[in-house]
């Protein structure tokens, strides 16, 4: 069983840069595509980013390519999201969770095997 806790998220203005953290107890770190995902009201969740085991592949969505970076670190049992250049479209609350699957399909939910609880991430105008 992993526990994945987020953390960082809060209000910026647009332009702004916010980095979420993602802290994973309770198992096996490093063998899970660890990916972001996020919800804004209203609306359907949706994925972020993915990073494969050792970090040697990522994988973006395209309304977040150029902006977003996502990293891990196997050490300290984490992964984070910096986000750059923030848009109000970008509220959301922000998931951490851990795939089964490879970076290029972490986003199919069906091969999350643990989410976090989620992190508040508004973008004002």
């Known amino acids: 069983q992993v526990q994945l806790v987020e953390s960082g998220g809060g209000l910026v203005q647009a332009g702004g840069s916010l980095r979420l953290s993602c802290a994973a107890s309770?198992?096996?770190?490093?063998?899970?595509?660890m990916a972001w995902f996020r919800q804004a009201p209203g609306k359907e969740r949706e994925f972020v980013a993915a990073?494969?085991?050792?970090?040697?592949?990522?994988h973006y969505a395209d309304s977040v390519k150029g902006r977003f970076t996502i990293s891990r670190d196997n050490a300290k049992n984490a992964a984070y999201l910096q986000m750059n250049s923030l848009k109000p479209e970008d509220t959301a609350v922000y998931y951490c969770?851990?795939?089964?699957?490879?970076?290029?399909?972490?986003?199919?939910?069906?091969?999350?095997?643990?989410w976090g609880q989620g992190t508040q991430v508004t973008v004002s105008s």
């Open positions: 969770a851990a795939s089964v699957a490879p970076p290029q399909r972490a986003g199919e939910m069906r091969f999350i095997a643990y």
């Open positions: 309770g198992g096996t770190f490093s063998s899970y595509v």
């Open positions: 990073i494969a085991w050792s970090g040697e592949s990522t």
